[in-house]
C-alpha cells in the first residue's frame, strides 16, 4: 500500500501506471526477435509463429500459442505457405494470412478447422500487408497486394470481398495504412507520402487533416483507437497529429523530437475525460504523448509489442507482460499524495481504526461534517475494482465496508456485487489460467463471453465454480459448461465408447437445459456412431432421438422408439423416411414387424395413396378389407360400367373372405346399377310411364331413397308424381320417420293435405296431426276432420266465417255430446249468413 503511487508518472492533469501482470512463463531464447507475434485482446491468447534457428530448406517456422501468461497452450511446425500477417477472431480463434492469399484458421489449441481465400487475384498478384480487424459486423480482414490494389472482408464468417478502388499515384507499399469503421462501414484509410485517401466501396477520395505540420512531408504511420473514434498520425518529421477518424476535428499535434519511423503506435483510452493519449514505440524506447503535448519516456529492456485494449494498452515482451493506463479517478483521488478526498479520508481512518486511534473517529467526523460519507464508499468500492493487487483490494474493501457502518441508507449492491466481481477477476488472472481482464473490460465483456471463453479454454471446473458463485441461472451457466465438457469428451477416442458414455451420464445425470442429442451428434460428426447410439438411449425426449438415428441409417431403431413415443406425427416422419430408403418390399416387411406403424401408415394411404393400400391388403391375403377397398372406390367413380366392375371384385373378396352377407348386399347393389344402367340406354316413353314409376316405388320400398331420388331426377319425372308415389310407398311400410323427414325437405308440391290423409288411413292419427298444422287454410278444416278434431275444425270454420265449412262440421257433430260445440257453430252460422 506505501508504494501505490510509486509508478505513477504525470501527463497533463492526469496519472499514468505501468502494472506488470506476469512474468512470463514462456522461454524465448531471442526473446521476440524474428517473430511473427499476435494477441488477441481482453486478455487473449498469444501466438508467435518463430523462424527456424537452421537456415536450410527443409527447416520449417515453429507455430506455439501461449496463454497472456506464457503458459504453452499449442505448439506446432508450420507447413502451409508463407504467413504475412497473424490475427485473432472475437472468438478466439487464429488467423494465418498467406502470401498467395489463404487464410487458415485454427483454434486455440492448433486444431485446424478451415480456410478460405482472399480471390484469384489476390492470389496472382500475391499479399503485400495485411490487417485484421474488429467490426459490428465481426473479425474482418484487410489486404494490400504488390499490385498495390487493397481487399476488404468485413465477416471472414460470412464472406464477401470487396475490391476497392485504385489510389492516385501508389505504386509498391503505401506508406502506411490502417482500417476504420464509420456509420457501420469498414473503409481504408492510405498515406502515400504526404497524401492521405479514404478508400470505400466505389470511391477514392483524398482528404486533408487540419492542422498537420507543414514541416511534414510524408506520413510514416498511423493508428485508430480501440473504438475507431480517433485517429493518429505520425509524420517523417517526428510530429504527431491526433484527431477524430473523420478528419474533421484535430485534438493536438506533438513534437516527439524521434524523426525514426515507429515500431507500433496505439491509443490509450482515458476514463477521465474524452480525448484519450497516444503511445509510441521505437527498438528500446515507449512514449506516451497526450492532448496536453507533454509526453511520458520509458526505456524498454526487450523487443515489444503493443495490444491496444479497452482502456490501455498492454506491453509484451520476452520476459514480462504489462498493462500501461491511465490511473482510474477513483484511485487517483484515493492515493495521490495529500489528497482531501472522501475516499482517501476514509481510508485512513480505517487504517487509525485498525490501530485502535483516536484519529479514526476525528476523520469519520471531518467527513461526516461535509456530508461525503456515502460517496467516500463509493471511491474506495470503485478503487477497489481498478486495482490489480489483491491486498490492496482487501484494504479498500474493508475500509468501504468500515464507513457504510455509518450509513442507514447506503444500498448494499455495488459493494456486494464488486466483491463478487473481483474474486471472479482474481480467479481468471491466475497464472495458470493467464486471463488479465480489468474490471472495466470484464464489464464490458458480461460474465456469458467470460464464461465461453474458460470453456473455450477447456477449463470446465473453473467456469462451474463461476457460474454457481455468481448464481448464474443453469441454462447459461452449468448446464452450458457441461454440455460443451461433454461435447469435448466425445472427441477423445482414446477412451472406450461404454467409459465415455458412462462418465458423461454420470456427470450430467438429469442436469436441466442439457440435450442427449446434441452430444450424441457431435460423437457422430466426429465418426463415433456406437458412441452416439449409447448417448441416445440417456435421451428423454423421443423427438430428438429419431432424427439423429435416422442420419445415422439406424432406421428400424428409430422406427421402435418412435413408437415407444407414441407420437403419430413421429411415427410418420419414420414411415415416409422408411418408404423412401427401402424398397417396396422391404418395407412393407418392416411394417409387418411393427404392426402401430403399419395401422398408421394404412389410415395414411386410406386418405393419401389408394394403390398402395389395396398393395398391403394383397400382401397380407386381407380379403374382407379388399372388398371394402373395392366398394368405396366404387363411390368415387362416375361411370357405371367401372363402379360395376369394382362391386364384382368386391363380391369375389367377400366370398373368398366367407362374408355372405357383404356378398349378398353387394350384389344388390350391382343388380340395381344394372338395372339403372338399362334405363339410360333405353330411356323410352313406355319405360317413363309405367316401369318407370314401378322402379321408383319398387326402390323405396327396398329404401334405396338415393337411387330412387337419382332416377326422379335423371328422367324428369314430374314434381307431384314423384311426391305422392314417394308418399304412398313410405305409407304402404308405414315408415313414419322417413315420411316425416321427407315432409321437412322442402316445400311439398302436393300440400301437406296428402300427408294427413295417408296416415289416416294407415290408422295413425298421431302422425297425422303432425301435419294438420301445415296443411292450406282452405284445407284445415277438412284436416282437422280427417284426424277427428271437431274442435280445432269448429275453430278454423269459425275464423274463416265460411258457411259451408260451418255446415259440414255441424254435419259431424252429435246433439248428445256437443250440445255447446253446435250452439256455437249455429251462432257463427248466423253471423255469416248475415254478411
Known amino acids: 500500500m506505501a508504494f501505490v503511487t510509486a509508478n505513477w508518472n504525470p501527463l497533463g492533469e492526469a496519472f ?39 537456415r536450410s530448406p527443409s527447416a520449417r517456422p515453429q507455430m506455439e500459442i501461449y ?43 492448433g486444431n485446424f478447422k478451415r480456410h478460405f481465400s482472399m480471390g484469384n487475384e489476390v492470389g496472382q498478384s500475391q499479399v503485400l500487408e495485411a490487417k485484421v480487424f474488429h467490426s459490428p459486423y465481426g473479425t474482418g480482414v484487410a489486404i494490400v497486394t504488390k499490385a498495390s490494389r487493397f481487399t476488404l472482408a468485413t465477416n471472414i464468417d460470412d464472406l464477401k470481398l470487396r475490391r476497392l478502388p485504385e489510389v492516385p499515384g501508389l505504386t509498391g507499399a503505401p506508406s502506411c495504412w490502417a482500417v476504420i469503421t464509420q456509420d457501420r462501414q469498414s473503409k481504408v484509410l492510405v498515406a502515400n507520402g504526404a497524401d492521405l485517401f479514404i478508400l470505400d466501396n466505389a470511391v477514392c477520395t483524398p482528404v486533408s487533416p487540419p ?79 497526450g492532448v496536453c503535448k507533454d509526453t511520458i519516456s520509458y526505456h524498454l529492456d526487450d523487443d515489444s509489442v503493443l495490444v491496444p485494449e479497452l482502456d490501455g494498452v498492454r506491453i509484451i515482451n520476452g520476459t514480462h507482460h504489462e498493462l500501461l493506463q491511465e490511473v482510474p479517478a477513483a484511485c487517483e483521488e484515493i492515493f495521490k499524495i495529500a489528497s482531501m478526498a472522501p475516499g482517501a479520508l476514509l ?53 468501504a465496508s468500515f464507513g457504510k457502518c455509518f450509513l442507514s441508507n447506503f444500498p448494499p449492491d455495488p459493494f456486494v456485487c464488486m466483491c463478487r466481481d473481483l474474486r471472479v477477476l482474481n480467479a481468471v488472472r491466475d497464472y495458470t489460467v493467464g486471463i488479465p481482464l480489468t474490471h472495466t473490460q470484464f464489464r464490458q465483456m458480461t460474465i456469458q463471453v467470460l464464461i465461453d471463453r474458460l470453456v473455450y479454454r477447456k477449463l470446465y471446473p473453473l467456469a462451474i465454480e463461476i457460474c454457481r458463485y455468481l448464481k448464474t441461472p443453469e441454462y447459461q451457466g452449468v448446464s452450458r459448461v457441461l454440455k460443451h465438457w461433454a461435447c469435448c469428451k466425445v472427441q477423445q477416442k ?43 438411449e440417456y435421451e428423454p425426449r423421443s423427438g430428438e432421438q429419431v432424427p439423429l438415428l435416422l442420419k445415422m441409417k439406424r432406421s428400424q431403431l428409430a422406427l421402435s422408439k418412435a413408437i415407444e413415443s ?16 427401402m424398397n417396396r418390399g422391404d418395407f412393407f416387411m418392416t411394417l409387418r414387424n411393427q404392426p402401430v406403424a403399419l395401422s398408421l401408415y394404412r389410415q395414411f394411404c386410406k386418405h393419401q395413396e389408394q394403390d398402395t393400400l389395396k398393395d398391403l391388403f394383397n400382401q ?89 331420388e337419382q332416377l326422379y331426377k335423371d328422367f324428369r319425372v314430374p314434381d307431384k308424381r314423384y311426391w305422392w308415389l314417394k308418399l304412398t310407398t313410405l305409407a304402404e311400410k308405414e315408415d313414419w320417420e322417413e315420411i316425416e323427414k321427407f315432409a321437412k325437405s322442402k316445400k311439398s308440391p302436393i300440400g301437406y293435405l296428402p300427408f294427413v290423409e295417408v296416415c289416416v288411413k294407415r290408422h295413425n292419427k298421431y302422425e297425422a296431426k303432425k301435419y294438420v298444422s301445415k296443411v292450406t287454410p282452405d284445407q284445415k278444416v277438412k ?46 252460422k248466423a253471423t255469416a249468413t248475415k254478411k
Open 16 to 54: 499514468y501506471r505501468k502494472i506488470e501482470l506476469y512474468e512470463m512463463g514462456w522461454s524465448l531464447k531471442d526473446g521476440l526477435r524474428e517473430c511473427l507475434i499476435s494477441a488477441a485482446p481482453y486478455g487473449g491468447p498469444i501466438a508467435l509463429l518463430k523462424e527456424p534457428q537452421r
Open 67 to 109: 496463454s497472456s501468461s506464457g503458459v504453452t497452450l499449442a505448439n506446432f511446425v508450420w507447413k502451409s505457405g508463407v504467413v504475412i500477417q497473424l490475427g485473432w477472431t472475437v472468438c478466439d480463434d487464429l488467423l494465418c494470412i498467406q502470401e498467395d492469399g489463404t487464410i487458415l484458421i485454427y483454434d486455440l489449441f
Open 211 to 289: 492542422g498537420l505540420s507543414p514541416q511534414a512531408t510524408s506520413i510514416v504511420n498511423m493508428c485508430v483507437s480501440f473504438s475507431y473514434k480517433y485517429l493518429a498520425l505520425f509524420t517523417d518529421s517526428g510530429h504527431m497529429w491526433m484527431g477524430s477518424t473523420d478528419l474533421k476535428d484535430k485534438l493536438s499535434e506533438v513534437d516527439t523530437k524521434v524523426r525514426n519511423t515507429p515500431r507500433q503506435m496505439a491509443w490509450c483510452p482515458r476514463q477521465k475525460s474524452r480525448e484519450p493519449s497516444v503511445v509510441i514505440m521505437w527498438d528500446r524506447h515507449l512514449l506516451v504523448a
Open 347 to 399: 481510508l485512513e481512518a480505517h487504517k487509525e481504526y485498525e490501530k485502535e486511534s483516536q484519529k479514526a473517529d476525528e476523520y469519520l467526523r471531518e467527513i461526516k461534517e461535509q456530508n461525503l460519507l456515502g460517496e467516500a464508499v463509493r471511491q474506495c468500492v470503485e478503487a477497489a475494482g481498478h486495482e490489480h493487487e489483491a491486498e490492496t483490494q482487501k484494504t479498500l474493501q474493508r475500509a
Open 494 to 536: 482414446e477412451e472406450a465408447d461404454e467409459s465415455i458414455a458412462r462418465a458423461i451420464s454420470v456427470k450430467l445425470g438429469e442436469t436441466p437445459g442439457i440435450s442427449y442429442s446434441e452430444i450424441a451428434t457431435k460423437a457422430y460428426e466426429c465418426g463415433r456412431t456406437e458412441l452416439a447410439i449409447k448417448l441416445l
Open 566 to 581: 407414441g407420437d403419430t406425427d413421429l411415427v410418420y416422419t419414420v414411415v415416409t423416411y422408411l418408404k423412401n430408403e
Open 620 to 708: 397380407d391375403d386381407n380379403h374382407q378389407e379388399l372388398g371394402n377397398f373395392y366398394v368405396r372406390n366404387s363411390y368415387q367413380e362416375k361411370r357405371l360400367e367401372a363402379r360395376i366392375g369394382l362391386l364384382q371384385s368386391a363380391v369375389d373378396e367377400y366370398n373368398k373372405a366367407k362374408n355372405e352377407f357383404a356378398a349378398k348386399a353387394t350384389e344388390e347393389e350391382m343388380r340395381l346399377l344394372r338395372f339403372q344402367k338399362r334405363l339410360e340406354e333405353e330411356k323410352s316413353e313406355c319405360l317413363l310411364g309405367f316401369s318407370l314409376h314401378d322402379t321408383i316405388s319398387t326402390l323405396l320400398s327396398l329404401g334405396l331413397h338415393k337411387h330412387a
Open 783 to 828: 284436416a282437422h276432420l280427417s284426424v277427428g278434431d271437431l274442435e280445432g275444425a269448429a275453430d278454423t270454420a269459425i275464423e274463416r266465417r265460411n258457411e259451408g265449412e260451418i255446415i259440414t262440421v255441424l254435419s259431424r257433430c252429435s246433439p248428445a255430446t256437443d250440445r255447446s260445440l253446435i250452439e256455437r257453430l249455429h251462432r257463427a
